[in-house]
T-cell receptor, first 116, second 114 residues
Framework: DVKVTQSSRYLVKRTGEKVFLECVQD?????MFWYRQDPGLGLRLIYF???????EKGDIPEGYSVSREKKERFSLILESASTNQTSMYLC???????????????FGPGTRLTVL | AQTVTQSQPEMSVQEAETVTLSCTYD???????LFWYKQPPSRQMILVIR??????QNATENRFSVNFQKAAKSFSLKISDSQLGDTAMYFC???????????FGTGTRLQVFP
């Protein structure tokens, strides 16, 4: 079974804090993704990564950065958290072999971040 | 820009009945993939079914099937013999062949009643 884990289910931070959200997958997947999920907006892609040390901007990268130093780990960083970044954050991974983009994305359980 | 529209924010169905969730999308491209993902309450999102645009045959996975109408840009999900475990948020998603940006709809919350 593919397992995608996220470091916290719930997180409360204060405005201006630097926030790290960690995601780890155990299936040697090449591609990893960070989304935020908001009611009435669905999921929106923040950043994704094809491989170690590679990253691409998604649709809403402003206010976020990412880091992928190891294949299994993809971190989302909020340099200076703001209240409008209160949201559910979902990480996903996807294998490249066997179908590429048509392959299923495997999601983590999500981190519900509240910025006060 | 490509958009995915799910016009039903909430739906309900009785156990063992059939329900159809609608999804429409807007694109000028010819080659793409379409997906339905399920997010149960407090559980991880999982893939339900996938359709490749060049395939005319509708995808089927056990009790789940799609009605893919390419000309109408419609991709509805039919759940037959609904079960309590089908209660979840369902997201329709669109992906071009040559990009990794999966575009999600706003979701439909499905409640299955006993």
């Amino acid at each position: 079974d593919v397992k995608v884990t996220q470091s916290s289910r719930y997180l409360v931070k204060r405005t201006g804090e630097k926030v790290f959200l960690e995601c780890v997958q155990d299936m040697d997947h090449e591609n990893m993704f960070w989304y935020r999920q908001d009611p009435g907006l669905g999921l929106r892609l923040i950043y994704f990564s094809y491989d170690v040390k590679m990253k691409e901007k998604g649709d809403i990268p402003e206010g976020y950065s990412v880091s992928r130093e190891k294949k299994e780990r993809f971190s989302l960083i909020l340099e200076s958290a703001s209240t409008n970044q209160t949201s559910m954050y979902l990480c996903a991974s996807r294998p490249q072999v066997g179908g590429g983009r048509r392959n299923e994305q495997f999601f983590g359980p999500g981190t519900r971040l509240t910025v006060l | 820009a490509q958009t995915v529209t799910q016009s039903q924010p909430e739906m309900s169905v009785q156990e063992a009945e059939t329900v159809t969730l609608s999804c429409t999308y807007d694109t000028s491209e010819n080659n793409y993939y379409l997906f339905w993902y399920k997010q149960p309450p407090s559980r991880q999102m999982i893939l339900v079914i996938r359709q490749e645009a060049y395939k005319q045959q509708n995808a089927t996975e056990n009790r789940f099937s799609v009605n893919f109408q390419k000309a109408a840009k419609s991709f509805s999900l039919k759940i037959s013999d609904s079960q309590l475990g089908d209660t979840a948020m369902y997201f329709c998603a669109f992906l071009f062949y040559n990009t990794d940006k999966l575009i999600f709809g706003t979701g439909t919350r499905l409640q299955v009643f006993p």
